[in-house]
């Protein structure tokens, strides 16, 4: 039943720990003085229409305008707060329009655009789907009207031609009238030249997390030399959610979720909880702290195990690290520290009087280090070894670990 207790204190953190970001939303206040964050999706007459997700479940309403008091655009608030109508825009239209350009002049239900192949045109804020500020020194995925594709980053945009750099082709200049889409891949970059994809397993090092989390709509599939599978999916940027199963000993699920510090220090809470044969439920609660960015981290992590009804007295003291080396190659390592307890008997000379028992607490360490080996955005295998003074006995080299990652959703 404690178990229950934890994964539910998981979900409520997720409400209350997650920053909202206001500039994301539009936003909606009521002549009683209750507000609201959601989607405006029409403004009709005296009528307003919105769009609001509870519990994952998407609803479509109206409000009528005598009710409300005051009503913003994130967009509107954006631009409004960065003060960089100079800067440019790729606008998606709710119809799948793709627009790229600047933003001339806004009042609270207008957005004046110039579009660098449609001109100046008027635009509704509520017709927008999504937005990007174009960033020079961010990674874009560039869809062409032709059909092709490439990675690249902008060096100079002039009146009709932008000038990137490409990974194959090298520094290209591309017509904007022949730009379909530019949009922003988070975390990729040019390494010597080259197109260097985000890290697409940065959530996890061999089986503990790290404080990153999924973004929402993102999942992923890991499967443990054919015996554990499991898939773990992003309900929202700061709160994710998986379960699988170890064949045939264990079923278990993860809930997790994390939030930003700093620009470089990440923390995150969480259960990994199993059902096994015979007991009510085993696994461990933590809480982690994790250093760096997506490709170069390390974390610290404190968990409390449980088995049925009762927690350990000590924690679980885990110390892993990340570090990558080159467009496809990473070295990972993961290090646990477990509490244990073991039985001393003091033998007396009296074989006749019982031995005298003493309890010794330790802890015993087990140690990994190997080489994650990245296909592409999507696809990433783990080689390593796991090693500790009684496996060490036996293969001195560590036990061989495997796994398969594969990335997929959003």
Not at 120 to 129: A, D, G, H, L, Y
């Amino acid at each position: 039943m404690k178990t229950f207790k934890i994964i539910t204190v998981i979900i409520v953190l997720s409400t209350f720990l997650i920053p909202n970001n206001s500039f994301s939303q539009d936003y909606i206040k009521f002549k009683t003085g209750d507000s609201i964050h959601c989607k405006i999706t029409n403004i009709k007459a005296d009528t307003l229409f919105l769009q609001k997700t509870i519990n994952n479940n998407t609803i479509n309403t109206y409000i009528t305008l005598n009710k409300v008091a005051n009503y913003t655009f994130g967009i509107i608030e954006s631009i409004k707060s960065n003060n960089d109508t100079s800067e440019f825009y790729s606008l998606t239209l709710q119809d799948g329009t793709g627009l790229m350009g600047k933003v001339i002049s806004y009042n609270k239900n207008l957005i004046v655009f110039d579009d660098n192949n449609l001109g100046k045109i008027r635009i509704k804020p509520f017709s927008i789907n999504n937005y990007e500020k174009e960033e020079r020194n961010a990674m874009y995925l560039i869809s062409l009207i032709d059909g092709n594709q490439m990675h690249a980053k902008i060096i100079q945009r002039r009146k009709t031609e932008i000038e990137f750099e490409t990974e194959t082709l090298g520094k290209v200049t591309v017509p904007i009238s022949k730009i379909k889409k530019m949009q922003i891949v988070e975390g990729g970059k040019m390494e010597n030249g080259k197109f260097q994809f985000p890290n697409p397993n940065n959530t996890r090092y061999l089986f503990a997390p790290s404080a990153f989390n999924l973004k929402e709509g993102e999942a992923y599939y890991q499967n443990v030399y054919f015996l554990m599978n499991s898939v773990n999916y992003g309900l929202s940027d700061h709160f994710s959610i998986g379960g699988g199963v170890i064949i045939p000993f264990a079923v278990y699920i993860t809930p997790k979720v994390n939030f930003k510090i700093s620009e470089k220090f990440y923390a995150g809470v969480g259960v990994i909880a199993g059902i096994l044969p015979g007991s009510d439920a085993v696994g461990i609660a933590y809480g982690i702290t994790t250093y760096g960015n997506d490709e170069n981290n390390i974390t610290v992590g404190l968990g409390y195990g449980f088995y049925n009804k009762g927690f350990a007295d000590r924690p679980i003291i885990t110390l892993n690290g990340m570090i990558r080396l080159s467009r496809k190659i990473a070295l990972v390592t993961e290090n646990w520290s477990i509490p244990f307890t073991r039985t001393e008997y003091d033998y007396h000379y009296d074989y006749n009087i019982p031995p005298t028992q003493t309890e010794v607490k330790e802890y015993d360490t087990f140690v990994s280090y190997g080489t994650r080996i990245m296909f592409g955005e999507k696809i990433t295998i783990d080689i390593a070894l796991v090693n500790g003074k009684y496996i060490f006995d036996i293969m001195p080299m560590g036990f061989p670990y495997v796994d398969f990652v594969f990335k997929f959703g959003k």
